[in-house]
């Protein structure tokens, strides 16, 4: 399976973004699929994670409450749903499929999110 990160922008503190990750491949709907991302200079760390139907969801501690993940796999494709957007935010932002047990693949270009103060 190949994703591709999309919907990345410049956007001021207390703002919004919608990212999108289209998948490619009959696939798509057997895996769960996370958001990570990358700030610079920093570890790639995780984000958000959908199960393959969607009926499970998991959160960083740090994005709770802000950040909503879905998904349409008739779309085959994953959002993210980013409210109340801090600058601590920014970062280059990646989706991947949950592959387990080979771990996470499919990793396309991510999209860079700044959030300014």
């Known amino acids: 399976v190949q994703l591709q990160a999309s919907g990345g922008g410049l956007v001021q503190a207390g703002g919004s973004l919608r990212l999108s990750c289209a998948g490619s491949?009959?696939?798509?709907?057997?895996?769960?699929v996370a958001w990570f991302r990358q700030a610079p200079g920093k570890e790639r760390e995780f984000v958000a994670r959908v199960s393959s139907n969607g009926g499970s969801l998991m959160y960083r501690d740090s994005v709770k409450g802000r950040f909503t993940i879905s998904r349409d796999n008739a779309k085959r494709t994953v959002y993210l749903q980013m409210n109340s957007l801090k600058p601590d935010d920014t970062a280059v932002y990646y989706c991947?499929?949950?592959?387990?047990?080979?771990?996470?693949?499919?990793w396309g270009q991510g999209t860079l999110v700044t959030v300014s103060s």
């Open positions: 991947a499929a949950d592959t387990y047990p080979r771990g996470y693949d499919g």
């Open positions: 491949g009959r696939t798509f709907s057997s895996y769960a």
